[in-house]
């Protein structure tokens, strides 16, 4: 009879032997979960989950990047409920195509920076990314380039986990996994400058961190190169925030060059850092964008590409049939969650509050945290933030990685009530675009106590 059984009935340990013994859970040590046994969270609202435990949580990362409005939005559940009712799926394959569809899309024309007025959904990130990857060497093909074909992104991107995505990602450990990168795809390093350039001034810093793009474009011949593609603020690599001069810097090569330029906006978009996109915060101009997450709040999934008039108008009147789209390319259901989505971060003038209140207050509270004698870097964009943790606060040295200390500090953020995650010695938070300010009061409190908690094991260990 177990097939009947539902979430009341089952304890935790119940839930936990299921998991483990049928589950398998996306970048994870499978045998190492299954002995530990995973967290099981069973509802929300607001900006806090609930676990089977009963313990209240406080979601500093917005689900994954993605639930920005926050959790029990109802105009988001009556929007799927309403569509889920009427047509709860049809194709946009033969000609055809569906009221929310086309709506989201005129939406999306009107949203995004002007150079854009066409969309291609899909239906997360990575196969936003895998789009992007078949679209620009189309472009090139059909201007009669084939030969551009090399897309050039970062080590310590992350673009997604299909093969194009974790290709374009630069994700050591995932390229080592199943034969990547796929061919025609290079890196160039991050530009994080507390790690490669502190012995300049973030700004020179962020020069020569967009001169490694010449160069490469050099290197591989300019009529080679197809594309850049960048996040405007890396998120899973760990809230790396680039030096102002870095992307104005970068769109000036790509110009130079001819090179397409890609944001990836999965993260950066719809509102985190203060603007709708994070290429309005960083100031560049960019050919194509992919966005996913915060188009719908993570309610249900939903990706897509912005495609910019330069690449549209080649596709539209040379291009004949685009071979490439997805099953769910214009979910109904997921385009009308994303149509009430947006509505309320209107209407609710959220962008504003991140860029006007509620990121400013949170770049107060990270440089009071500054002081903390586990902290040798703090910084802020609207609202994504990273917290360093290093051994020696004066010299900036890290800490051994086999000691893990990110890990250590996220352990005790977990325990009280707090999820803020940990890449490596990065500790990162990106809240609800809901969140109050007395909530984001409450936030830094918990940070603070979970930092002396590390602080105190730190020591302890010597
Ligand atoms: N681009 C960026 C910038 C992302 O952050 C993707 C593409 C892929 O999206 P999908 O929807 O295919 O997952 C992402 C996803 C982490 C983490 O550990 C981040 C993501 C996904 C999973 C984990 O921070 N970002």
Known sequence: MKHERTTAQRSTAEWQAADAAHFMHPFTDFGALAKKGSRIIEKAEGIHLWDTEGHRILDAMSGLWCVNVGYGQRTLIDAATKQLEQLPFYNAFFQTATPPAIELAELLAELTPPQFKHVFFSGSGSEGNDTIVRMVRRYWDLLGQPERRVIISRNNAYHGSTMAGASLGGMSGMHAQGG??????????????????????RDEFGIVAAGWLEKKILEVGAERVAAFIGEPIQGAGGVIIPPETYWPEVQRICDKYGVLLVSDEVICGFGRTGNWWGCETMGTRPD???????????????????????IAKVLIERGGEFNHGYTYSGHPVACAVALANIRLIQRERLVEKVRNDLGPHLARGFEALKEHPLIGDAETCGLMGALLLVKDKASGAPFAPELEVGMICRGHCFANGLIMRAVGDRMIIAPPLVITGEQIDEMLGLIRRCLDLTWADVRAQG
């Open 180 to 201: 990547l990168p796929i061919p025609d795809i290079t890196h160039i390093e991050q530009p994080y400058w507390y790690e490669l350039g502190r012995s300049m001034s």
């Open 288 to 310: 194509l964008m992919t966005f996913a997450k915060g188009v719908t709040s993570g309610y249900i999934p939903l990706g897509g590409v912005m495609v910019g008039e330069r």
